[in-house]
């Protein structure tokens, strides 16, 4: 299933909704992109996408509805569309709003629950999708997962997961550009430029993301590590530092916070729209 001619909603031309617009346009989708400033619309417009103010003339014009808005602007965006979205699919990008919330708010709308990284910038987004208790996906899924595969892969988990996705996904890429700002200036304590250390990085970290389709990480490592060699002694001097701990713990902790964010951006959001 392609995307040429299908019209696709973007409400909330921001910086992940921009992202969302470039790939639907590349796909040939038809976009129609909402804001509120006239920079916002612009960005939008110059991606290729028709534009305008009113979040309903949006909704009326689409087959699907992507929310791009940020959680705490979703009252009113809701409040809006509510009355528009009867019969259509809609699908939200927006952290901690739950599949409960968008049901309850977007009365008769097919409703989808995406989780997109930092990667769509560059069309590598892992968007995790969310499976309905049950395990349901919605009879609009392969529409949905066309959407989201304009800013690049998909994968389906339980809602219940979400938080532990944002953390993985969603939070993982600025742990590994801190661990990856790390190795660069070993590598510039070494005596490399700067410039010289960060190509190095950026290409084995490419290599290793080809390679993890083929082979488990230990793989890759004992593969690296001749005996007696350079790579058993950085390892060695790694270890000590409990790296996995450390790595674990901060996974952990970012799944921790977004529980803690999610349950805010839900309640606070209950409270606004009158669900119980
Ligand atoms: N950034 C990420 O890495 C990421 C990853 C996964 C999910 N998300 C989710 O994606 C959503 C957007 O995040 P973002 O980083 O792209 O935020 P953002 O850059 O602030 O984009 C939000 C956009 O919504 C527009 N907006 C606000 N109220 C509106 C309204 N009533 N009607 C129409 N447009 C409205 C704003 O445009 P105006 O200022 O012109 O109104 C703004 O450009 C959030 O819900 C976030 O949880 C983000």
């Known amino acids: 299933m392609g995307l040429e001619g299908v019209r696709v909603a973007v409400l909330g031309a921001g910086r992940m909704g921009s992202a969302i617009i470039r790939g639907l346009v590349a796909a040939g989708a038809e976009v129609i992109a909402t804001g509120r400033r006239r920079e916002t619309l612009e960005r939008a417009a110059a991606l290729g996408a ?4 009113s979040n309903t003339e949006a909704v ?3 087959d699907i509805v992507v929310i791009a808005v940020k959680p705490f602007n979703y009252p009113e965006v809701a409040e809006e569309i ?8 809609v699908a939200s990008i927006m952290a901690g ?12 709308a097919e409703t989808y629950r995406a989780m997109p990284n930092i990667g769509a910038l560059v069309g590598r ?5 969310a499976l309905r208790d049950g395990g349901g996906r919605g009879s609009n899924w392969r529409l949905v997962e066309e959407v989201f595969k304009t800013i690049g892969s998909v994968v389906w988990i339980p809602e219940s997961l979400m938080d532990a996705w944002t953390a993985l996904a969603g939070s993982g890429p600025g742990i590994l550009a801190e661990i990856i700002d790390a190795m660069i200036l070993g590598g510039v304590a070494a ?16 290599a290793i993301a080809d390679l993890l389709e083929e082979k488990h990480p230990a793989a890759i490592r004992d593969e690296v590590a001749t005996p007696g060699g350079t790579t058993i002694a950085g ?9 996995r701990r450390m790595l674990m713990d901060a996974i952990l902790a970012a799944a921790e916070k977004s529980r803690e964010l999610s349950e805010y951006v839900a309640n606070e959001l209950a409270k606004k ?3 119980d």
């Open 50 to 53: 028709r534009t305008t103010r």
């Open 60 to 62: 009326d014009e689409a």
């Open 82 to 89: 509510a009355g528009h979205v009867a019969g259509k699919v």
């Open 97 to 108: 709003v739950t599949l409960k919330i968008l049901d309850k708010t977007l009365p008769g």
């Open 125 to 129: 987004s892992v968007t995790a999708l």
């Open 191 to 206: 005596g490399l430029r700067r410039d010289v250390a960060t190509k190095a990085v950026a290409e084995q970290l490419r």
């Open 235 to 243: 390892i060695h001097a790694l270890s000590s530092y409990s790296p």
């Open 273 to 275: 729209l009158n669900i």
